[in-house]
């Protein structure tokens, strides 16, 4: 269908023939990747086809576009678009995807377009693929709405695909005062998801604090709290939240910050919940390989959350051990396995209902420690399980004789070949790179490792 491939798909230019009549160009099968402009929607990066590599869901209001004869109008309002990462630093719409036979975008936006929503990217059924919540308001559909789209990406035909079902939250929304707050609660290994905003659940027509809970599974019991009476929170009304273990227990704390008649607020409330969180266990078997194109894969054996037995999401780095530089998915204690910030659910990797895998790319030369560890969604983890691996070309694998040269803030590697150099400060960030022999910037003063094929030196500047 044309009016699928406007703005998607680039199209050749139009002509005119002897007779002074326009031929209006053809589409061809080359992506724009071009991003529609919208606003006053959400957006969240999730891996989506299992690949390893964030795509993009957005939400919002768009302009439409009459301007193509061809093509047709090019429906405006509330739009849902879904941006494929094609491991290039590109990223190609693939919005038509989600067209059924002889549909066209306007039927995709008149399902799941929306511009007054929040959304989270999470693996809500925990089968290892990531999924989408919609809560807010969809105009074409009567009042606020709560809506999950289960992920049923099919790898045959490599097209992304969702199935709606009912997400059993509560509808609420409220785009510039919204809050919402998704994680596990009460130990059972399933989000709970707090949220504030206006609803016209039940009746109510206004702004309310809502709690959905889970009792050990993806169907949720839902409360009201606070019930919009300041009194209960100090006198006063809650306008931003968020969550974190402030007592040390493993279970999530709540915070809550806003203004009132008596000056600014921030109020903590502990996590009394009679519940004992249990962390997954490590993943075993892990192995590390370095494949034809300078990437590291490594696999390991799926684990299971200590309290569900379900998918747990996985995190993983990978160090250099001469430099200690470090690749990691989501901050955390190598040692200890904790995790130094809440990220996004959607930032861990999973298996894709698969033997779990993760490739790191374009990775030098040289030793390697790869770890893997197993993380729950209250964020209590793992120690990381490891193992070794050594990434060489059979030509690199050889003792280059180098010699470091600081003029001003440059620094010349002198070496018999054009071999990459690569600087490191001494805890393992990389601050430099560059080819040996050529002078490569080094802003800053102290002690810095230069890597240069099998040899590491130390230098002071």
Not at 39 to 45: C, P
Not at 99 to 120: I, K, P, Q, Y
């Given at each position: 269908v044309e009016i699928n491939k406007l703005g998607i798909y680039k199209k050749t230019e139009t002509t005119v023939d002897e007779e002074g009549i326009e031929i209006p160009g053809s589409y061809t099968q080359e992506p724009t990747f071009e991003a529609k402009p919208?606003?006053?929607?959400?957006?969240?990066?999730?891996?989506?086809d299992n690949d390893g590599w964030l795509d993009i869901v957005a939400t919002g209001y768009t302009d439409g576009d009459d301007s193509d004869p061809v093509a047709g109008p090019q429906v405006g309002g509330d739009n849902i678009r879904f941006y494929r990462n094609t491991q290039d630093g590109m990223f190609q719409d693939v919005t038509d995807h989600?067209?059924?036979?002889?549909?066209?975008?306007?039927?995709?936006?008149?399902?799941?377009?929306?511009?007054?929503?929040?959304?989270?990217?999470?693996?809500?059924n925990q089968d290892g693929k990531v999924d989408i919540v919609f809560v807010g308001t969809m105009p074409y559909r009567e009042?606020?709405?709560?809506?999950?789209?289960?992920?049923v990406y099919d790898a045959e035909t490599g097209k992304f695909a969702f199935e709606e079902v009912p997400a059993g939250l509560t509808p609420i929304s409220g785009t510039t005062v919204r809050l919402a707050t998704v994680v596990d609660m009460n130990g059972d290994d399933y989000p709970d998801w707090a949220m504030r905003g206006w609803t016209s659940y039940e009746g109510i027509n206004d702004w309310r604090y809502s709690i959905n809970y889970s009792n050990g599974s993806s169907q949720y019991t839902f409360d009201w709290f606070w019930d919009n009476e300041p009194a209960e929170i100090g006198g006063h009304f809650s306008e931003t939240m968020s969550f974190g273990d402030l007592s040390g227990d493993g279970l999530v704390d709540m915070l809550a910050s806003n203004w009132w008649t008596n000056g600014d607020t921030l109020c903590f409330s502990l996590n009394t919940t009679d519940a004992q969180v249990v962390a997954p266990a490590a993943p075993a078997s892990v192995t590390a390989a370095r494949d034809a194109d300078n990437n590291v894969v490594v696999t390991w054996d799926a684990s299971a959350l200590g309290v569900s037995g379900n998918e747990p999401m996985y995190n993983l780095y990978l160090t250099e051990k001469s430099t200690g530089a470090t690749r990691m998915?989501?901050?955390?204690?190598?040692?200890?396995?904790?995790?130094?910030?809440?990220?996004?659910?959607?930032?861990?990797?999973?298996?894709?209902?698969?033997?779990?895998?993760?490739?790191?790319?374009?990775?030098?030369a040289g030793d390697y420690t790869v770890g893997v560890q197993a993380v729950s969604y209250s964020y209590v983890a793992s120690e990381f399980a490891t193992a070794e691996v050594s990434a060489y070309d059979a030509l690199n694998k050889v003792n280059v004789d180098i010699k470091a040269v600081i003029k001003g803030n440059n620094l010349i590697v002198k070496a018999a070949d054009m071999e990459t150099v690569n600087v490191y400060s001494v805890d393992g960030i990389q601050v430099a790179s560059g080819m040996a022999n050529t002078p490569i910037q080094l802003n800053g003063k102290g002690l810095y490792l230069v890597k240069v094929g099998n040899q590491v030196i130390k230098i002071t500047k």
């Open positions: 919208m606003s006053h929607g959400s957006i969240m990066f999730a891996d989506f989600l067209c059924a036979e002889g549909e066209t975008l306007a039927n995709v936006f008149g399902r799941w377009g929306t511009e007054d929503s929040w959304l989270s990217a999470l693996d809500f009042g606020k709405q709560s809506v999950l789209l289960m992920n998915i989501v901050p955390a204690n190598k040692e200890s396995g904790f995790q130094s910030g809440y990220a996004q659910f959607s930032a861990y990797v999973l298996s894709g209902g698969e033997e779990p895998t993760y490739t790191f790319v374009n990775v030098p």
